[in-house]
């Protein structure tokens, strides 16, 4: 896999773009939330045993999955949108999707949806796939009539398909974003000799003048890939937290940093007692871990940026090598060391600024790193008291279809003229989605400040506070573990947070935004949300 065009971005919002008068053309691009009702949503028996099947077979194929909610658009005029999943279809090349999109409410002018590109996410691996290209990143599927996207009309129906790569066999279920209403979990994918046939008589050529009438089916012409056809595959990457380690997970690399400050005394290179204990516990995490087709192990020492670079780097490469000698001590025979010191050449935090000693406290470290088992085996849903508490991963079964995330609202809080409204957590796969609903409750549009100094901890790495609600972060209530936004990553050129933007607010309108974490065990309840400028909600319970 290449990494995408620089392009593709651009066209894709060229792509999208939409134009209404007596015709009305816009995008089909978009990330979902949940919004409508009538579906009942089966209901998953929680394992008693800690193994647990990470990918059952689904129980409801009752396509469409169908939510409904507010979006924002480009120009203001944010509009009531109705977005249907008919179809997710695996064949021997590729996956096809296929939707349909419905506006609720009128709107006017030249019109760009302001949400993610579709995207099909694997919440089991953490897997995410876009999709599929042309060498000048347009996507295939259904073609757009004019260069400014697609005919469209208020209470018109329009249907679209969308090629992405082919899932891997062993994907079940995945979870959607890309409509501008959320998370869409649990859409089953079905395995078809061959994908449906293209429209007979698509018409959306012909509204583009007139424009769609209310109740109409809008169809378009069909582009299948090519054989030079782009995909894009890429990683949910996780970041979580302690007063003495982190862990990073990214795509197969897993990288432990043991923070040096906990772990050595000043300008020592013996570890304390407590530390030992510590990593002795890493170690049994990396035994849990690592891929047994790759035992290789680098211990890298790092330093912050003060002091000569000599000092730096003998001080690092000797801290590494006591770490080293315990994870081979409690290890055992079977793996490769590799060790290093870079002294201050890769530093993770930022120093300088008003957080400097917490970022130089956190770029002092001993961090190691191995290949990750990426197999559903030996997945494990409940707390191991013997393990590195930041590295242990707890894996679910992805979380079953709901069309409304938002009936419940757990607690609420106010900035200025903006009201937060937070909903139960829910569990899927890997990873614990958090949706909330930010409501403007003034007379004029705003822009909330979601990004302000206390949505990022102090000295925390930036990669994983990106976008609006990126600043967000989980923390048990009973450790003192903290979860940071995830971020998916498509071959470093896409680096964003696994959360949504904020754009203009207006007046009295609601809008559902979800940010995604890695999942907490089995036998935690309540987490608190550090929701950025609205402070900390606490006891934020997971959904039934």
């Given at each position: 896999?290449?990494?995408?065009?620089?392009?593709?971005?651009?066209?894709?919002?060229?792509?999208?773009?939409?134009?209404?008068?007596?015709?009305?053309?816009?995008?089909?691009?978009?990330?979902?939330?949940?919004?409508?009702?009538?579906r009942e949503t089966p209901v998953v028996e929680e394992p008693t045993e800690e193994e647990v099947d990470p990918r059952p077979e689904p129980t409801d194929l009752a396509f469409p999955y169908t939510r409904e909610g507010q979006i924002f658009q480009d120009n203001g005029q944010d509009s009531t949108l109705r977005f249907a999943i008919t179809g997710l279809e695996r064949t021997d090349e590729y996956t096809v999707l296929y939707y349909e999109n419905t506006y609720v409410d009128h709107f006017q002018g030249i019109v760009t949806n302001l949400?993610?590109?579709?995207?099909?996410?694997?919440?089991?691996?953490?897997?995410?796939?876009?999709?599929?290209?042309?060498?000048?990143?347009?996507?295939?599927?259904?073609?757009?009539?004019?260069?400014?996207?697609?005919?469209?009309?208020?209470?018109?129906?329009?249907?679209?398909?969308?090629?992405?790569?082919?899932?891997?066999?062993?994907?079940?279920?995945?979870?959607?974003?890309?409509?501008?209403?959320?998370?869409?979990?649990?859409?089953?994918?079905?395995?078809?000799?061959?994908?449906?046939?293209?429209?007979?008589?698509?018409?959306g050529p012909d509204l583009v003048v007139t424009g769609p009438a209310y109740g109409d089916i809008v169809e378009f012409e069909n582009r299948r890939p090519d054989p030079g056809a782009e995909e894009w595959i890429g990683e949910q990457e996780s970041f979580v937290d302690s007063d003495v380690a982190s862990t990073t997970r990214e795509g197969d690399t897993e990288t432990v940093a043991l923070k040096a400050d906990v772990m050595f005394d000043f300008d020592s290179v013996e570890l304390t007692d407590e530390a030992e204990e510590v990593v002795r516990s890493a170690a049994r995490s990396v035994e849990r871990?690592?891929?047994?087709?790759?035992?290789?192990?680098?211990?890298?020492?790092?330093?912050?940026?003060?002091?000569?670079?000599?000092y730096n780097e003998e001080l690092s490469e000797e801290r590494a090598e006591t770490v080293r000698d315990v994870l081979e001590e409690e290890l055992g025979s079977g793996y490769d060391f590799v060790v290093e010191g870079r002294g201050s050449e890769e530093l993770i935090a930022e120093e300088g600024g008003s957080d400097d000693e917490e970022a130089r406290a956190r770029n002092r470290r001993v961090e190691f790193s191995y290949v990750v088992d990426r197999s559903d085996e030996g997945a494990t849903s409940g707390r191991d008291e013997g393990?590195?508490?930041?590295?242990?991963?707890?894996?679910?079964?992805?979380?079953?279809?709901?069309?409304?995330?938002?009936?419940?609202?757990?607690?609420?809080?106010?900035?200025?003229?903006?009201?937060?409204?937070?909903?139960?957590?829910?569990?899927?796969?890997?990873?614990?989605?958090?949706?909330?609903?930010?409501?403007?409750?003034?007379?004029?549009?705003?822009?909330?400040?979601?990004?302000?100094?206390?949505?990022?901890?102090?000295?925390?790495?930036?990669?994983?506070?990106?976008?609006?609600?990126?600043?967000?972060?989980?923390?048990?209530?009973?450790?003192?573990?903290?979860?940071?936004?995830?971020?998916?990553?498509?071959?470093?050129?896409?680096?964003?947070?696994?959360?949504?933007?904020?754009?203009?607010?207006?007046?009295?309108?609601?809008?559902?935004?979800?940010?995604?974490?890695?999942?907490?065990?089995?036998?935690?309840?309540?987490?608190?949300?550090?929701?950025?400028?609205?402070g900390e909600i606490e006891d934020v319970p997971f959904t039934e």
């Amino acid at each position: 896999m290449t990494s995408p065009p620089a392009i593709a971005p651009a066209r894709a919002v060229a792509v999208c773009a939409s134009v209404t008068a007596s015709a009305l053309l816009l995008t089909g691009c978009g990330i979902v939330l949940d919004l409508t009702g009538g579906r009942e949503t089966p209901v998953v028996e929680e394992p008693t045993e800690e193994e647990v099947d990470p990918r059952p077979e689904p129980t409801d194929l009752a396509f469409p999955y169908t939510r409904e909610g507010q979006i924002f658009q480009d120009n203001g005029q944010d509009s009531t949108l109705r977005f249907a999943i008919t179809g997710l279809e695996r064949t021997d090349e590729y996956t096809v999707l296929y939707y349909e999109n419905t506006y609720v409410d009128h709107f006017q002018g030249i019109v760009t949806n302001l949400s993610m590109p579709n995207t099909l996410i694997d919440p089991v691996s953490g897997r995410a796939f876009w999709e599929i290209t042309d060498e000048e990143g347009y996507y295939y599927g259904s073609v757009a009539p004019t260069p400014d996207g697609y005919p469209v009309e208020v209470g018109a129906t329009n249907r679209y398909r969308r090629y992405f790569p082919r899932l891997p066999d062993q994907i079940r279920q995945i979870t959607f974003v890309g409509s501008g209403l959320g998370a869409m979990t649990g859409i089953p994918v079905v395995d078809v000799e061959e994908e449906q046939p293209d429209p007979e008589n698509p018409n959306g050529p012909d509204l583009v003048v007139t424009g769609p009438a209310y109740g109409d089916i809008v169809e378009f012409e069909n582009r299948r890939p090519d054989p030079g056809a782009e995909e894009w595959i890429g990683e949910q990457e996780s970041f979580v937290d302690s007063d003495v380690a982190s862990t990073t997970r990214e795509g197969d690399t897993e990288t432990v940093a043991l923070k040096a400050d906990v772990m050595f005394d000043f300008d020592s290179v013996e570890l304390t007692d407590e530390a030992e204990e510590v990593v002795r516990s890493a170690a049994r995490s990396v035994e849990r871990n690592i891929d047994p087709a790759d035992s290789e192990i680098t211990v890298i020492g790092h330093t912050d940026g003060r002091g000569s670079d000599s000092y730096n780097e003998e001080l690092s490469e000797e801290r590494a090598e006591t770490v080293r000698d315990v994870l081979e001590e409690e290890l055992g025979s079977g793996y490769d060391f590799v060790v290093e010191g870079r002294g201050s050449e890769e530093l993770i935090a930022e120093e300088g600024g008003s957080d400097d000693e917490e970022a130089r406290a956190r770029n002092r470290r001993v961090e190691f790193s191995y290949v990750v088992d990426r197999s559903d085996e030996g997945a494990t849903s409940g707390r191991d008291e013997g393990l590195l508490g930041s590295s242990e991963r707890h894996v679910f079964p992805p979380a079953g279809f709901v069309e409304d995330d938002t009936a419940e609202v757990v607690a609420s809080a106010t900035d200025g003229d903006v009201r937060l409204d937070v909903h139960p957590l829910r569990r899927d796969g890997a990873y614990v989605i958090s949706t909330v609903s930010l409501t403007n409750t003034g007379d004029e549009p705003v822009l909330p400040d979601m990004g302000g100094g206390d949505a990022v901890i102090p000295g925390a790495p930036t990669e994983f506070s990106q976008g609006a609600l990126g600043g967000f972060q989980l923390l048990e209530p009973d450790t003192d573990l903290v979860r940071y936004v995830t971020v998916l990553n498509f071959g470093g050129q896409s680096y964003t947070g696994f959360a949504d933007e904020v754009h203009e607010m207006q007046p009295d309108n609601t809008y559902q935004l979800v940010a995604v974490f890695p999942a907490p065990p089995r036998d935690v309840e309540t987490l608190t949300l550090r929701a950025g400028p609205f402070g900390e909600i606490e006891d934020v319970p997971f959904t039934e």
